[in-house]
């Protein structure tokens, strides 16, 4: 078996073998458990990704047939598919909104083989590959992949794999923790739709990587997945803030991953009414709700969205400067 194949295994195979069809009816039968809907979300998220293949046509054909919520897994899926085929995003190809999923898609695919070896020239030839089959300005999306990988395939490994990194660059240590960030969204110990699964996964930001940077990238790269994933169920942000928001720290990391997730659906499908309907909802908290949420999402719409489209450099998004 691959090592990507196992990562998705892990992904998507919780210790009972919940299916998405038995998540989404439970959550259908109580709408009121937040953590049944959250499931169903990640789980409904991954049956997308996996689903994608590498006929290019009928992919996009399948991405304008959906909603999308729904389109967005099944263009990073298409990156990942031809990231495990070896064959290069056809840039000329994708409509321009499917670059970051796609760029995303395919660190991912490519990040499963560099964390199985988890050698020091293992990584360099991971870098030098994303760099090297990237469009500019979307390096850094593909790189990033590897904390998510490492952190769902191999967690073991992640401590050696932070510390070859710190020989690499700066900003390759900053991605591989925000991507270890979003990994931690998915790994099945923080899915687990009793008690509170994002709290266990805030849990591990705060213990998992060995100091303040790699701290505040995995807390933006958890922003992110939540967001992104959870769109269409503000409430379940809400939920967390209300619970958690003493937790967070005042340098803005949260906001700045639930903002760049934000730049990054903006992309993909405008100011849809999705995004609308997330940006306004009526939280338990306004005062919360737009302290982390929407005012930070506004300023980046507002101001980075514009430069972000003019220069191309979406890579951004997925780290957080010192």
């Known amino acids: 078996m691959s090592g990507m194949s196992s990562l998705f295994l892990a992904m998507a195979r919780l210790p009972w073998e919940m299916s ?16 049944w809907r959250e499931l169903d979300n990640r789980l409904r998220a991954f049956e997308l990704f996996q689903s994608a293949g590498l006929d290019l ?12 919520w729904s389109g967005i ?19 000329d190809g994708l409509p321009e909104r499917t670059w970051i999923p796609a760029h995303t898609g395919m660190g991912l695919a490519l990040a499963g083989r560099a964390v199985e070896s988890g050698e020091a020239s293992a990584l360099r030839a991971f870098v030098e590959r994303c760099r090297a089959l990237s469009w500019p300005g979307l390096a850094g999306a593909a790189i990033e992949g590897l904390g998510l990988a490492a952190r769902t395939l191999r ?7 932070g510390r070859v990194l710190e020989d690499l ?20 110990t923080n899915a687990a739709p009793w008690g509170d699964p994002p709290r266990r996964a805030l849990e591990k930001v705060w213990r998992e990587p060995p100091h303040g940077p790699g701290r505040r990238n995995a807390l933006a790269g958890l922003g ?18 209300r619970r958690h928001a003493t937790e967070l720290p005042p340098d803005g990391a949260f906001s700045h991953g639930v903002a760049a997730a934000v730049l990054v659906w903006a ?20 005062a919360l709700w737009d302290l982390h949420v929407r005012h930070p999402a506004e300023r980046a719409l507002g101001h980075l969205l514009p430069a972000l489209r003019r220069d191309g450099r979406w890579e951004d998004l997925f780290r957080v400067r010192p």
């Open 20 to 35: 998405r069809l038995a998540a989404g009816a439970v959550a259908a039968a109580l709408p009121g458990d937040p953590g």
């Open 57 to 68: 046509g009928r992919e996009l054909a399948r991405m304008g047939s959906l909603d999308p």
């Open 73 to 91: 897994w099944v263009a990073e899926g298409l990156g990942y598919a031809l990231g495990m085929a070896g064959r290069p995003l056809p840039l």
């Open 155 to 161: 967690p073991d490994l992640v401590p050696g794999l």
């Open 169 to 188: 660059g700066e900003d390759l240590v900053a991605r591989f923790w925000h991507g270890l960030g979003r990994g931690l969204f998915f790994v099945p």
């Open 224 to 241: 992110w997945a939540m967001t992104l994933v959870d769109l269409r169920s503000p409430e379940l942000l809400d939920r967390f803030l």
């Open 267 to 286: 992309q993909w499908a405008g100011r849809d009414a999705l995004l609308e309907a997330f940006l306004s909802h009526a939280a338990t908290d306004p």
